[in-house]
């Protein structure tokens, strides 16, 4: 009945045991930062593929007019099964419209669109002309972020020009991660 504990048998000592936590958490100390910026850089991607996205749905919308005109019936064309208004004044690029946004396949579940006439309130955009609107991601709306990280689009202005699309940030300068978080 007497069993005694071998001198070859053993595990960790109490003291090998808190080394290893002290280590494990400094080097969590020291990863964590790294992960706190990421849904900032995360946003700021969303927005610049949007945008892109924009442009590109504008840009061949543009080019189905010019190869055939008679895509266009009534101010309008028909792309992805999403009417879209065009500008027939000259530039026969897409009007600032929603249903460009739409047809971008940039949809309400993550993107709110403003326009010059949206309401005034915390988290709006400021947009200046009627020819403009504002994309934002949902997870902004409503936040003071939202008015430092988004896409402004705006329309062409003439028959030689292409429309724009900005990725806003805070005062001149573009969006960045940190204006995203």
Do not use: W
Request: proline share 4%; glycine share 10%; net charge neutral.
């Amino acid at each position: 009945m007497n069993k005694s504990i071998k001198a070859s048998q053993g595990g960790f000592t109490l003291i090998e045991l808190i080394v290893v936590i002290v280590i494990l958490g400094i080097l969590a100390a020291t990863a964590l930062p790294k992960f706190t910026n990421l849904s900032g850089e995360a946003r700021l991607a969303s927005i610049n593929a949007a945008r892109g996205s924009l442009l590109s749905t504008s840009a061949m919308i543009h080019g189905k007019v010019l190869v055939s005109p008679t895509a266009m019936t009534g101010g309008n064309v028909t792309v992805e099964g999403v009417v879209v208004p065009m500008d027939t004044t000259g530039s026969q690029y897409p009007t600032a419209s929603a249903k460009l946004a739409e047809a971008a396949g940039l949809g309400a579940a993550d993107y709110t669109i403003y326009t010059k006439d949206s309401p005034a309130g915390t988290g709006v955009p400021s947009i200046s002309g009627a020819n403009q609107f504002a994309l934002v991601p949902n997870s902004l709306v409503g936040t003071t972020a939202a008015t430092t990280c988004y896409v402004l689009y705006t329309a062409a202005l003439g028959a030689n020009t292409a429309p724009t699309a900005t990725l806003v940030g805070t005062g001149t300068t573009a969006a960045t991660a940190a204006s995203c978080q």
